[in-house]
């Protein structure tokens, strides 16, 4: 229940009590919602730290990108719908284009993107 409860803590939205947390997860493990497979808790409690940690992260990505951060859901909802599943978008790099030649960019100022340091020069006109 330890390692249970360092995901509990770690978690970004409403929770309730270590023992009424963990009574529904390993109830929902065994009496899943929506025909999802029946799992072992044992087996998913490591898989929960890390997947609420990288949740985060995307989460702070986004806040930092001023894009839409969905309102966090409670515990009880994350662990009924098995949230440390989901993929994390973090991992398809969103793609930005150079403001002069269009292509790929991988550098910014504060307006604009840019492929290349010959790009930027050029913008500048230099
Ligand atoms: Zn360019």
Redesign the pocket.
């Known amino acids: 229940m330890k390692k249970f409860n360092l995901a509990r803590e770690k978690f970004y939205g409403t929770k309730r009590g270590l023992e009424t947390e963990y009574a529904n997860f390993v109830y929902r493990c065994k009496k899943p919602l929506n025909n999802y497979p029946v799992l072992d808790p044992e087996k998913v409690l490591p898989l929960l730290l890390p997947a609420i940690e990288s949740q985060i992260t995307v989460r702070e990505q986004a806040r930092e990108r001023n894009e839409f951060v969905p309102p966090p859901k409670n515990f009880q909802t994350w662990i009924n719908n098995r949230c440390w599943e989901e993929e994390s978008p973090s991992k398809a790099v969103r793609e930005h284009k150079?403001?002069?030649?269009?292509?790929k960019?991988n550098s910014r100022t504060s307006n604009d993107w840019?492929?290349?340091k010959?790009?930027h020069k050029k913008k500048l006109g230099w």
Request: proline share 0%; net charge positive; with cysteine.
């Open positions: 150079c403001c002069v030649c269009g292509k960019a840019f492929c290349s010959v790009c």
